[in-house]
């Protein structure tokens, strides 16, 4: 993957006020750690050698998911134009892990940020036919302007941060 | 004033005064978030050639797609019900919900098909969780917009609804308070609904998947935490495939509320796997239960109508509510009807609750058409409002008016409204105030014939009425005869004599020749008659075409001729450039098309050309205020004028509103003044700033001038005044 689709997805990223914190496989763990608020909940991650540790909750009950600080999911993929993360919800409940917690920490693979829209559905609809059954496309937190005034962190988390797994 | 149009403008002045700073504040953030999010799209567009594509072929095959989603929805697990109307959709909903308690993310259909009040009677509990919505259920209100719903309502009444019904410890004031508090109370009702249902943005035939465009996040927490996915959407939601959904998740967000992209898109194959909420745990979801709910409800009664179908491509983004001035000024409380607001409601309405819903406020369309160039699927928004209000006209009773019929020679039945007729044929009345000129202008302006005016024909005596001249421009020029001869000419042109500027406004006209002369242009001024603009916007679409066949048999030879027309008023260039293509033989329009220009954009050829820009008046560094005018600037024309006074050493400012409010005859009626006034009064504060307070006000159009001459102390003019060295 050359670099111009990081840099852009790192500015798009900086524009929604997302950060975007780079690691490396071996990294991962001591990048991860300060990005923990407690109470923390996750989905496990799918990549090769990367675990979440141990006071990540993976298997919360419903009270726990409501007032974790931070959940930590995969993301499919990112579209670097647009600074979306596209989170793939299953059975291991990454889409109430990503949408309860005050902050979402997403896991994406330098390998898996897509240039643009284009790129993005493409991979899309393969895995339409494949069988994942939800992607969600997020960009940034959620937010409204219904209450009279734009306030982040509506019904789903304030904050975002992506982790890039470089070289994954 | 009539019973109805005095109804009309208390109603009006009420949410003026209720809702309208709300709704214009809101509206702006949209409209200006749009302009500056489409721009940076590279390809826009070819994005909204390409999704219009998508519609035309997706309506095309509907009951193809139909029967191909039943099958990949149920290949999936889940069940499909096509609703004739909304009895068999509150009938279906209200035995799958079964008496559970229901959480809502925002859905328009469902408020066409009144889904909660059938719900409530059911004896099921509704929550809407929708922020917005959510308000309006409190409240017991109607959407005011078709995207943001509550937009009508300052954060401070929303503060003072809240603390009344909620009582909460410590009063809601700001709105990071309010909202959560609202996430607080209804993350409660999400956790223990027993069934989400969700509307879909589009919905993909061949794999049966949803797109859901939100940004709070409450329609992926209605979905997963429940095991019943009930999704209710209108049939023209389908579109062929999975990549069909690209070009409209890139421009839903940015046509709507001018973000480049919403929080969430949610793609969602269902019934979805994610853990469902389950006695405080996360349980599995092998049991959720999924049912799309397609809704007939009038739409493929739509899709045979070959003017009503370009509604069907409508991805209610809000577009052209949020780019329309009356919209931006009075809401969607009057600019809409049972259930949707906004320039297309017209024809949702007509459509889905019939035509009596349209007739409510279809007249708040004035063709401006600031929002053809704005709706993503290149939805002719004005003309679906035209065929509306001529079916409208043509379905009421007979309300026949001597007074209006004497002066009415036109092609249309007996149940136009008076008012509109006598709109409509204002080439008619122009001929006679003419003729009778200076007496009928004395008359006119006499109280008694303000007052006759008002209560016969609802003509609001605020107004003051035009006034004719004696000499009509064509008779000047058949008097003056071409200045230019044929041999020394560097063009020749015929300069199209409309109403207004033949009747009314000669001085502009005059102007017109001598500039184009002074540059070495054969000017000739054609009896050509009204091009149809004015009946027209009264929805007379007969009448319009007679005159669109009249005016180009008038031009036809200069265009044989290979000779251009110039227009100097801009509704009818824009009728030229565009109705002319519903109205004439094909080959007619093509060539009048082709052969039109605008008068500045004309000099402005004409000066690129090798004309000399000193041919005509120094402007010396005068100081201008330039108002452009809405179908001028629909056209991409506005550049033109302001590119010649600068050339010609005038310093030009330029207004930024949608439009000056007068539009045409709109301005005049008594149920809608006070409404122009209030649009009008956005430009001429524009035009009262510090920066232009000093300027000499010019704007091309006709009804732009008269607002700006009622609104403003300075008196403005045709910016072609401003060259003529006369």
Known sequence: ?168 | MRADRRRKADRIRHLLDTEGAAVHQNTQVFNEGRYESTAALDDYEALKAEARAIKEDAIERLPELVEQVTEAVEANGGTVYVADDAADATRYLSDVVDGRSVVKSKSMTTEELDVNDSLDASGAEVWETDLAEFVLQIADEAPSHIVAPAIHKSREEIATLFNEVFEPAEPLSTAEELTRFARGYLGEKIRDAEVGMTGANFITADTGSLALVTSEGNARKCVQATDTHVAVAGVEKLVPSVEDLQPFVELIGRSGTGQDITSYVSLLTPPVDSPTFDDGELGPAADREFHLVLIDNGRMAMREDDQLRETLYCIRCSACANSCANFQHVGGHAFGGETYSGGIATGWEAGVHGQDSAAEFNDLCTGCSRCVNQCPVNIDIPWINTVVRDRINRGSDGDFDFLVEGLTPDSEPGGVDPQKRLFGNFDALAKLGSAFAPLSNWVARTDTAGALLERTLGVDRRRELPEFERETLVEWFERRGPRVSRDTARRQVALYPDVYTNYVRTERGKAAVRVLEALDVRVTVPAAGESGRAPLSQGMVATAQSNAEAVFDALAPTVAAGHDVVVIEPSDLAMFHREYERLLPTDDYTALNEHSYELLEYVYGLLENGASADALADGDDERVAYHSHCQQRTLDLEPYTVAVLEDCGFDVTTSDVECCGMAGSFGYKAEYYELSVDVGESLADQFRADDAADRTVVASGTSCLEQLDALLTRRPAHPVRLLDRQ
Do not use: C, K, W
């Open chain 1, 1 to 168: 993957m050359s670099a111009e689709p990081i840099a852009t997805f790192e500015s798009a990223l900086d524009e929604l006020g997302v950060d975007l914190v780079r690691t490396t496989t071996d990294e991962f763990a001591s990048t991860l750690e300060p990005l923990l608020d407690a109470p923390a909940v996750g989905s496990p991650l799918p990549f090769t050698g990367v675990s979440l540790p141990e006071n990540v909750d993976t298997d919360p009950t419903v009270a726990e998911l409501d007032a974790a600080a931070t959940g930590v999911t995969a993301a499919g993929y990112g579209i670097a134009d647009y600074g979306s993360v596209v989170v793939q919800g299953g059975a291991d409940g990454a889409e109430p892990v990503s949408l309860y917690a005050d902050e979402h920490v997403a896991v994406v693979a330098e390998s898996d940020v897509l240039p643009d829209m284009d790129a993005a559905f493409d991979r899309i609809a393969a895995d339409v036919g494949n069988g994942t059954s939800q992607s969600i496309i997020a960009t940034g937190p959620s937010a409204t302007a219904d209450m009279g005034a734009l306030v982040e962190g509506a019904h789903g988390p304030m904050a975002v941060t992506v982790v890039l797994l470089e070289g994954a």
